[in-house]
Nanobody, 121 residues
């Protein structure tokens, strides 16, 4: 069982930056692929970024490529999402997800409770 707790969301102006964190419980964090998804009001949840267990292999959704960076610290059981050049369309609840499989899909086994990111224009 893995429990995920996100933090770092908030209100930021367009062009600004935020860093989300997701702390995971358990002693096998390094064996899980980790990722971020988001859900905007009235829209379906969508993939944002994912990172494989070793922390080297990553992939991103096209709308965030070049602006967002996913990373992980296996010693701290934490995955991060650095978000730069934020746009109003990035406004959403951001969810952390974990799964032993790869690539990471919307049917990941474990999910956090979400953290709100609001970007004002």
């Amino acid at each position: 069982q893995v429990q995920l707790v996100e933090s770092g969301g908030g209100l930021v102006q367009a062009g600004g930056s935020l860093r989300l964190s997701c702390a995971a419980s358990g002693r096998t964090f390094s064996s899980y692929a980790m990722g971020w998804f988001r859900q905007a009001p009235g829209k379906e949840r969508e993939f944002v970024a994912a990172i494989r267990w070793g922390g080297i292999i990553t992939y991103y959704a096209d709308p965030v490529k070049g602006r967002f960076t996913i990373s992980r610290d296996n010693a701290k059981n934490t995955v991060y999402l650095r978000m730069n050049s934020l746009k109003p369309e990035d406004t959403a609840v951001y969810y952390c997800a974990a799964d032993r499989g790869w690539p990471l899909y919307d049917n990941a086994n474990y999910w956090g409770q979400g953290t709100q990111v609001t970007v004002s224009s």
